[in-house]
């Protein structure tokens, strides 16, 4: 997968509250778990699940809820500001975009936002875009305050999505994914798909602390696995302003990818091989690699939203 390299891009929608003089999102590690939307980040539910083993803090996946990070870590401090002059002067093009880590996180937003605007319009809707926040070491949101290890994430309580960059360097070593740039695509499409989800009104449908095989937790996620794949059908024809796609050549190797990264995240493969402890499907809240991989192919194959009903009656979640 490649950026068109003459195409324009937009940071109107993206703060960037990294270090230095562009924010202060950094500090401390630690403080309450943002858990909002799509309950928690990829990081955050192997914190989850260790800490639900030790018998230790509490989870809720209601807007502003969490849980204490363990060993008495103090929260971030307040005052964060975001800046975009940066990103902006850095991001202009998808010749940037196919050279720097943000600006490729830029021209994929662009790319998401264009789909999700014709989609709702289609259906006679009108389309809000979230706000992206790249933030490094730690964020205070609606839905609390996060550290980095929580992963990305969105936050239903200000309608914004967070994320430390170096989250996907993490995701290739910790995690053992291929990773590359569909790969990348597919974890921001995925947290789009927890904004769509709340424009919906479907994350309302989700009690706080639901967890297990078929609970409402792992349909919310599982539906934002198959929204991903249905923006990843689309990719390569979503236009710019300028009418020409922003996304080229998406191979079979770049959704092999894909695929392999959602493996990765499945409840399942974290408990064993990360966790090193056996499979209980009583702790899931994002689904199997199985089940992952299955509704992101799904929205792929598909390409249609309406396919992608985790919570209907009677639904094989596979």
């Known amino acids: 997968m490649r950026f068109n390299e003459n195409a324009n891009l937009d940071t109107s929608n993206i703060d960037d509250l990294r ?11 630690g403080g309450r778990v943002a858990a909002g939307g799509g309950g928690l980040g990829i990081l955050g539910l192997i914190l989850y699940f260790l800490i639900s083993q030790l018998g230790g803090g509490s989870f809720d996946t209601g ?11 103090s929260g971030l401090s ?30 994929v937003v662009n790319s998401l936002d264009g789909y999700w605007t014709d989609a709702f319009a289609r259906s006679g809707q009108t389309y809000q875009p ?34 430390d960059l170096s989250f996907f360097q993490e995701l290739e070593t910790t995690f053992g994914a291929q990773g590359g740039t569909f790969a990348r695509a597919y974890v921001m499409a995925h947290e ?13 449908r989700v009690r706080s602390g639901d967890v ?11 539906q934002a696995d198959c929204y ?22 998406v191979t079979r190797e770049d959704v092999a990818a894909a695929l392999d990264t959602a493996a990765r995240i499945g ?22 690699s199985a089940q992952r991989e299955l509704w992101y192919t799904t929205g792929y194959e598909t390409g249609d939203p309406s396919r992608c009903d985790t919570f209907a009656r009677g639904v094989d979640l596979g």
């Open 228 to 249: 991903a794949g249905v923006w990843a059908n689309h990719a390569t024809t979503v236009p710019t302003s300028s009418g020409e796609p922003l996304i080229v050549d």
């Open 192 to 204: 789009y798909g927890h904004h769509i989800q709340a424009l919906l009104g479907t994350t309302s």
């Open 78 to 107: 307040s005052g964060q500001t975001a800046d975009t002059s940066q990103v902006a002067q850095s991001c202009r093009t998808g010749a940037d975009a196919n050279t720097q880590l943000d600006c490729e996180v830029v021209a």
């Open 19 to 29: 270090g230095g003089g562009r924010g202060g999102g950094g500090g401390a590690l």
């Open 212 to 222: 297990g095989p078929t609970s409402g937790s792992v349909r919310l996620e599982l």
């Open 267 to 288: 409840d399942d493969f974290i408990q064993t091989q990360l966790g090193g402890g056996q499979v209980d499907e009583s702790q899931f809240s994002h689904g199997s």
């Open 63 to 73: 807007g502003g809820g969490g849980f204490e990070l363990p060993g008495g870590l």
């Open 130 to 163: 979230p706000r992206t926040n790249f933030f490094s070491g730690g964020v205070n949101t609606a839905c609390g305050s996060a550290s980095s290890a929580v992963g990305p994430f969105y936050c239903p309580g200000d309608n914004e999505v967070y994320i």
